[in-house]
């Protein structure tokens, strides 16, 4: 007689299996007890693949960043940065706790320094310096980052989750890379989701862009 596996036991712990645990998980929640108690193995399973919670969280954000995809850069970039920027906001609130995770300065993985390095260099053909392409990525990575943080929140950007000197260093960011005055962003009773105020932001930005010199 054939012997029945454990129900729900994975046949065979792989680091892929446990990204993949993980991912359907709250970030903000996780640890290695947690999910070694879902995947019915020990703590010790999962160090053996990931040296730290820290380290399986990267990798799960990472796996997410897939989603992001390197956006069309041409003439106009601005509205491929803009369409970028969408999303990644909607791939992060996929994973709540991701946001929080990289503004807490959670380091970028393989594949988001892939899309990074690819986006600077087309921001280059496109006529950018090397700075002002890298400075341009940062404010439309950093916009999403932070509405999303803000939808994890469950409040709006101009909410109180979000400290003061978070979004008015947002808005300095903004401001000094598009020329964009910003204050009307902070606060505004007319933008009821953080979704809605991202786009705000990013039309913002994107005029501020346009416009230059």
Same mark, same amino acid.
């Given at each position: 007689m054939t012997s029945r596996k454990k129900r729900g036991r994975p046949a065979k712990l792989s680091r892929t299996l446990i990204i993949d645990a993980a991912s359907g998980m709250d970030l903000r929640s996780l640890s290695i007890v947690k999910l070694a108690r879902s995947l019915e193995v =020990? &703590? $010790?399973a999962i160090y053996y693949y990931f040296s730290s919670r820290a380290a399986l969280i990267r990798a799960v954000v990472d796996q997410g960043s897939s989603t992001f995809e390197v956006p069309d850069i041409g003439t106009s970039w601005w509205h491929g %940065?803009? $369409?970028y920027a969408l999303r990644v906001y909607d791939a992060l609130i996929e994973k709540p706790g991701a946001a929080q995770f990289i503004i807490g300065g959670g380091v970028a993985g393989p594949v988001q320094m892939q899309i990074f390095? =690819?986006?600077v260099e087309r921001l280059v !053909?496109?006529?950018e310096s090397r700075k002002d392409a890298v400075r341009i990525y940062i404010v439309y990575f950093r916009a999403a980052l932070y509405a999303a943080? $803000?939808?994890d929140e469950q409040v709006t950007v101009g909410g109180q989750s979000l400290s003061l000197p978070d979004r008015l260093d947002l808005a300095r960011a903004a401001d000094a890379a598009a020329g964009a005055e910003l204050g009307q962003l902070?606060? &505004?009773p007319e933008i009821t989701s953080s979704r809605k105020q %991202? %786009?705000?932001l990013l039309e913002i930005i994107g005029r501020g862009f346009s416009?230059? !010199?």
């Amino acid at each position: 007689m054939t012997s029945r596996k454990k129900r729900g036991r994975p046949a065979k712990l792989s680091r892929t299996l446990i990204i993949d645990a993980a991912s359907g998980m709250d970030l903000r929640s996780l640890s290695i007890v947690k999910l070694a108690r879902s995947l019915e193995v =020990t &703590d $010790a399973a999962i160090y053996y693949y990931f040296s730290s919670r820290a380290a399986l969280i990267r990798a799960v954000v990472d796996q997410g960043s897939s989603t992001f995809e390197v956006p069309d850069i041409g003439t106009s970039w601005w509205h491929g %940065l803009q $369409a970028y920027a969408l999303r990644v906001y909607d791939a992060l609130i996929e994973k709540p706790g991701a946001a929080q995770f990289i503004i807490g300065g959670g380091v970028a993985g393989p594949v988001q320094m892939q899309i990074f390095s =690819t986006v600077v260099e087309r921001l280059v !053909e496109a006529g950018e310096s090397r700075k002002d392409a890298v400075r341009i990525y940062i404010v439309y990575f950093r916009a999403a980052l932070y509405a999303a943080f $803000a939808h994890d929140e469950q409040v709006t950007v101009g909410g109180q989750s979000l400290s003061l000197p978070d979004r008015l260093d947002l808005a300095r960011a903004a401001d000094a890379a598009a020329g964009a005055e910003l204050g009307q962003l902070i606060g &505004d009773p007319e933008i009821t989701s953080s979704r809605k105020q %991202l %786009l705000f932001l990013l039309e913002i930005i994107g005029r501020g862009f346009s416009t230059r !010199e």
